[in-house]
C-alpha cells in the first residue's frame, strides 16, 4: 500500500485495500452513560493528540510563500506526530476556504490537502474529529483573504439565526459528511478513523435560547438526512446562558477548551502554574442531559511559555475531569516553525521545542494510562501521579514504567526496571543516557541487544517565541552539531557497535565504553556478543515506516554566530559577577571573550575574560569584584569564530579594540552597597514595571504617569472602571531575577515598602509575594485618600490567601482563584512574583498612584 503512487486521485489498489478494510476498522460509539467506547470490544477509549493546520489559512499561504510542497510537508509533520505516540487529530475547517456563499463545497486544493492530510493520518492508525465550520475569517496573523464563503457574508454572532445563513450551512455540512476522499475511496461520514463530528467551532450564540435549540436540531436534522451515523458534538464552553440549550440536544458529545494562563500575552510568560491547571471544575455539572454526553477537549494550550512541566498536569486533570478526547492547539508545521508566526501564542513542534513535545509525548501517555474520573490528591501532593512526576523547580515531566522511560529534562530519576526497559524519549540526561545536545532523542529496542537510536538536530531558541511573529524572525535556530553521548543500558553493555542509518549510511564503529559521538540521524547499535544487528538495514520495515525514516529540519542559515544573554539588573558591591552566555553558532567558536567598556585601543594594558565553554553552546565566566569601579558595569561579549570576530550585544563585525570598531551597546548592571534596599519596582521607566488584570475582566484600569515636578519621583496613575463595586484590580511583576540577584542581602530584609499617593481611592490594598510553588502571601494595609504614603508593611505579617489566577483562563466559566489545601510557610527566598489588589469595594473612575516598591 506504501507503494502506491498517490497524485490527486490514489490508485486503484489503495482504494480497494480501504473500501475493504472499513468494515474491520473498529469506530467509536457513545453508549447511554456518555462514554465513548470501541465497536469491537466495548471498551472504554482514551485519546490524545494535536490540532494542525497545513491545508488551511495561514500555515498553507506560508509554506506556498516558502515555495514547499504542502504533501511533503504534511509528511514530515505526520511522522513526527506518530512518532510522539499521538492517537488522535482535530481539525476545524476554514469553511471559507472550500464553500461558496450559498455553502456549497467545493472541491479545491485545499480540500484536496486535508483528504490527503486525513488518509496520511489513518494510515498511522490516529483517529480524526473534525469540526466542520469556523465561521470566521482565514486571514490571522495576517488580513483575511476574501473567497466569496458564506461565513464572510454573515456576522459570527448572527449566522446561526439567519435563515439564509442556516440554508447555507446544511447545505455545506451535507456537501462535507458525503465527500468522498480521493485517497480513502471513503465519505468522511463513512470513514472508521473519523470518530465523529463538531458542528462548528467556538459558536456565538445571542438572543433567546429558543433559537439556539432550533439551529442545533436543524443541523442535527440535516446531518441525519445526509446520512451520518457517527456521533456529533457541540460546543459547550461558550455562551453560558444557552447551557440547556445545549444538553437538550440531541448530540452525543460535548466539546470544551482550556487556556489556564490566557493568550496572546506578546512575550514569554514566567512562573509556576501548576496551581492554575489543578482543577478543571464544570459549574453546569448538574445540567440535566450532562451526565449522558460525551466529554472531549478540542483545544488546550498553556499559551506564552515553553515550559515541559505543565502539559501532563492539564492531561491528568482532564481525566479526573472525565474526558475522553484531549486535543491541543496547534501543532506547528514543521517547515515554518522556525518563526512560529501561525500562531505567535502556541508553539509546538518535535524539532523545535524539544522539551515540550516530549512533554506532550507524557501527557499522552496520562491520558492513556489513567482511568477516567480516578480522583487525586490536591495540589502540590498531585505532581506524583501514578508512574508520572511534574516538577516546576526542574522544568521536568518523567514517565517511569517497566518497558518505558520518558523524560524532558535532566533528571536523577532512575528506570524503574532497566532490563524491561524498552523505549527511553528524553531531552537533556538521565542516569541511563547522558547528552550534550539540545534535541529530542528516542530509544527503541527491536530485539535483545538490538536498539534503534533517533537523534534530533539541536534546538536553541535566540527570540522570544512569543513576540510579534514574522516569517523574517528566526526564534528557534536548528544546528546538526556533534555531541557526547553515553548509553548505559545493560542490554547493549559496554563497547557495543554501532552503524548509522540516516542521513549517512556508511558510517560505523565501536562505543568507546558506553560513549560515542553522534550527528543527527537514525542509528543502530548492537550489544557486541549479537551479531543479528547487522541484519537491520534503513529499509526494514518498522512501525509503518522504514527504520531509517528520518525527519528533521536543515541546518539555520546563519553566517554570524547568535548570543543570547540577560544581563544582572543588581550586583552587590564588591562580589563577583557571575556571567553566562548562549553562543548558538554551526562552527564552534574559538574563544568567547568578555570586555568592560574601561578597555581602550591607547592602552597596552587592557584586562579580558575568556568564558569557558562549559555545556553545548553555554560559555561561563565572571567578572571578579575587586576589578568592577564606580556605580555600574557595562561589557560587551566578542566571538571568534572561523577567522572571523563579532561583538555583541550590538552585533556587529569587529572587535572593541579594533581600531576601526565603534562600541555604543553594551550589557549593564547596576552595583549597589549589599546594605541597599532591594528595589523590586521603580517608576522612572517609560512604560510601567506592572501587568495589571481585574476580576472580573469587564473591568480595567488607564494608566498615566504623574510627576509633580522635576525634584519629585514620579508615579504611575491607575483609574479604574468597572460595573461590579466588587471588582478586584491586581498588579503583577516578576521579581525572581531580582531576588536571585540580592541573595547575601535577601535573609536580612524586614520590611516590604511602598510608596503611594494623590488616590481619590481611600480603601485597603493587600500587598505581598506570589512563592515559587505558586502559592500567595499578603498582608492588608489602609490608604488615606488623597495623601503621599510610604507604607511599611513587616514581612512577619504575610499570611497565606488564594491565588488568584491571572490572566484569566479561558472558558469564562473557570474559578479564578487557587485555595491552597496544604500549608506552606513563607520563606521570602521563594518569592517570584510581586503582587498587589485592591481589598474591598472599588469606586467607579477611582484613582490610586504607585510608585517605587522595596525591601528593607
Known amino acids: 500500500m506504501r507503494n502506491c503512487i498517490l497524485g490527486f486521485f490514489a490508485c486503484f489498489f489503495c482504494l480497494s485495500v ?24 466495548k471498551q472504554e477509549a482514551s485519546f490524545f493528540g494535536v490540532n494542525y493546520t497545513t491545508p488551511f489559512a495561514h500555515a498553507y499561504r506560508a509554506l506556498q510563500y516558502k515555495g514547499i510542497d504542502h504533501k511533503a510537508a504534511i509528511d514530515r509533520d505526520v511522522y513526527h506526530l506518530v512518532r510522539l505516540g499521538f492517537n488522535a487529530y482535530r481539525i476545524h475547517i476554514w469553511d471559507v476556504e472550500i464553500a461558496d456563499g450559498e455553502g456549497n463545497l467545493l472541491e479545491n486544493e485545499h480540500l484536496e ?31 483575511n483573504v476574501q473567497t466569496g464563503g458564506f461565513s464572510y457574508l454573515y456576522d459570527k454572532c448572527q449566522i446561526h439565526a439567519n435563515p439564509q445563513a442556516i440554508a447555507a450551512q446544511k447545505r455545506y455540512i451535507t456537501g462535507l459528511l458525503r465527500h468522498v476522499n480521493s485517497y480513502t475511496g471513503l465519505a468522511y461520514q463513512d470513514n ?28 442535527l436534522a440535516a446531518m441525519k438526512k445526509a446520512g451520518n451515523k457517527k456521533p456529533v458534538f457541540y460546543n459547550v464552553s461558550h455562551n453560558m446562558e444557552h447551557v440547556s440549550a445545549y444538553f437538550k440536544a440531541d448530540v452525543q458529545g460535548t466539546t470544551y477548551q482550556w487556556y489556564p494562563i490566557g493568550l496572546v500575552a506578546g512575550k514569554e510568560r514566567k512562573g509556576n502554574f501548576l496551581p492554575y491547571v489543578a482543577h478543571y471544575d464544570i459549574p453546569f455539572a448538574n445540567e440535566k442531559g450532562f451526565t449522558n454526553k460525551a466529554k472531549a477537549v478540542y483545544e488546550y494550550d498553556p499559551a506564552d511559555i515553553t515550559y515541559s512541566y505543565i502539559h501532563p498536569a492539564m492531561s491528568r486533570t482532564f481525566r479526573a475531569n472525565g474526558f475522553q478526547w484531549i486535543t491541543q492547539f496547534a501543532y506547528d508545521p514543521l517547515d515554518i516553525a522556525a518563526y512560529n508566526t501561525e500562531y505567535q501564542t502556541h508553539y509546538l513542534n518535535l524539532a523545535y521545542t524539544p522539551a515540550k513535545a516530549i512533554s ?50 535532566n533528571t536523577r530519576v532512575h528506570p524503574k526496571s532497566m532490563q524491561a526497559l524498552r523505549k527511553i524519549a528524553g531531552h537533556g540526561s538521565s542516569p541511563v543516557v547522558a547528552y550534550s545536545g539540545s534535541g529530542a532523542y528516542f530509544l527503541d529496542k527491536l530485539q535483545d541487544g538490538v536498539w534503534r537510536l533517533e537523534v534530533m538536530p539541536d534546538a536553541e531558541t535566540v527570540n522570544d517565541p512569543f513576540a510579534k511573529p ?33 542521513p549517512e549510511s556508511s558510517t560505523s564503529g565501536q562505543a568507546d565504553g558506553t560513549a560515542m559521538t553522534v550527528t543527527p540521524g537514525v542509528y543502530i547499535l548492537g550489544r557486541k556478543d549479537q551479531p ?66 574601561e578597555v581602550s585601543f591607547w592602552r597596552d594594558d587592557n584586562t579580558y575574560i575568556k568564558l569557558e565553554n562549559q555545556a553545548g553552546y553555554r560559555y561561563v565566566g565572571h567578572i571578579s569584584g575587586s576589578t568592577i569601579q564606580g556605580d555600574r558595569i557595562r561589557y560587551t561579549a566578542t566571538v571568534y569564530v572561523g577567522g572571523e570576530k563579532y561583538t555583541f550585544p550590538q552585533g556587529t563585525s569587529g572587535a572593541p579594540l579594533d581600531w576601526d570598531t565603534a562600541v555604543s551597546t553594551y550589557w549593564t548592571t547596576e552595583l549597589v552597597d549589599r546594605t541597599a534596599p532591594i528595589a523590586l519596582a521603580e517608576s522612572w521607566s517609560a512604560q510601567p514595571a506592572w501587568e495589571t488584570y481585574a476580576i472580573p475582566e469587564t473591568a480595567f484600569s488607564e494608566v498615566r504617569k504623574t510627576q509633580k515636578d522635576l525634584v519629585t519621583v514620579p508615579m504611575w496613575s491607575y483609574t479604574f472602571a468597572r460595573h461590579d463595586s466588587e471588582t478586584k484590580f491586581f498588579w503583577l511583576k516578576d521579581i525572581k531575577q531580582v531576588i536571585a540577584e540580592r541573595e547575601y542581602r535577601i535573609d536580612e530584609v524586614k520590611n516590604l515598602m511602598i510608596a503611594v499617593g494623590n488616590q481619590s481611592f481611600d480603601g485597603k490594598i493587600q ?12 498582608a492588608t494595609v489602609e490608604l488615606e485618600k488623597g495623601a503621599q504614603q510610604t507604607l511599611r508593611v513587616p514581612l512577619e505579617e504575610l499570611t497565606l490567601v488564594p491565588t488568584a489566577l491571572l490572566p484569566a483562563p479561558y472558558p469564562t466559566f473557570l474559578e479564578r482563584y487557587f485555595v491552597p489545601v496544604t500549608p506552606i510557610p513563607f520563606a521570602i527566598r521563594d518569592s517570584e512574583k510581586l503582587i498587589i489588589s485592591t481589598d474591598g469595594a472599588v469606586d467607579q473612575h477611582a484613582v490610586i498612584s504607585i510608585g517605587a516598591v522595596w525591601m528593607e
Open 18 to 41: 480501504f473500501a475493504q478494510a472499513d468494515k474491520n476498522v473498529p469506530t467509536i460509539y457513545v453508549d447511554k452513560e456518555g462514554v465513548m467506547r470501541w465497536s469491537d470490544t
Open 113 to 143: 490537502l486535508l483528504d490527503y492530510l486525513l488518509f496520511r493520518l489513518q494510515e498511522n492508525g490516529v483517529r480524526i474529529l473534525i469540526t466542520a465550520m469556523t465561521n470566521f475569517g482565514n486571514g490571522y496573523p495576517e488580513r
Open 192 to 219: 472508521p478513523y473519523v470518530v465523529g463530528f463538531e458542528i462548528n467551532n467556538e459558536p456565538c450564540h445571542t438572543g433567546e435560547v429558543g433559537t439556539t435549540e432550533r439551529y442545533i436540531r436543524e443541523m
Open 360 to 409: 506532550m509525548m507524557i501527557a499522552a501517555e496520562t491520558a492513556y494510562r489513567t482511568p477516567r474520573n480516578q480522583s487525586f490528591p490536591a495540589y502540590p501532593q498531585d505532581t506524583l501521579y501514578g508512574d508520572f512526576m511534574l516538577s516546576y523547580g526542574q522544568d521536568l515531566a518523567v514517565m517511569n514504567v517497566d518497558t518505558a522511560f520518558y523524560y524532558t529534562n
Open 470 to 502: 514574522s516569517l523574517s524572525r528566526e526564534v528557534v535556530q536548528i544546528l546538526w552539531s556533534e555531541n557526547d553521548l553515553e548509553i548505559r543500558l545493560p542490554d547493549l553493555g559496554e563497547d557495543f557497535s554501532w552503524k548509522q542509518l540516516t
Open 532 to 597: 543479528a544487528w547487522a541484519e537491520w538495514n534503513s529499509s526494514t520495515v518498522w512501525n509503518r515506516y522504514p527504520l531509517g525514516h528520518f525527519v528533521a529540519p536543515a541546518a539555520s542559515e546563519k553566517p554570524m554566530p547568535t548570543v543570547v544573554h540577560e544581563s544582572a539588573r543588581y550586583q552587590e558591591r564588591g562580589s563577583d559577577l557571575a556571567i553566562s552566555f548562549h553562543v548558538v553558532s554551526a562552527v564552534k567558536p574559538d574563544s568567547v571573550i568578555v570586555q568592560t567598556d
Open 767 to 778: 500587598i505581598g509575594f506570589v512563592s515559587s510553588m505558586g502559592y500567595t502571601y499578603v
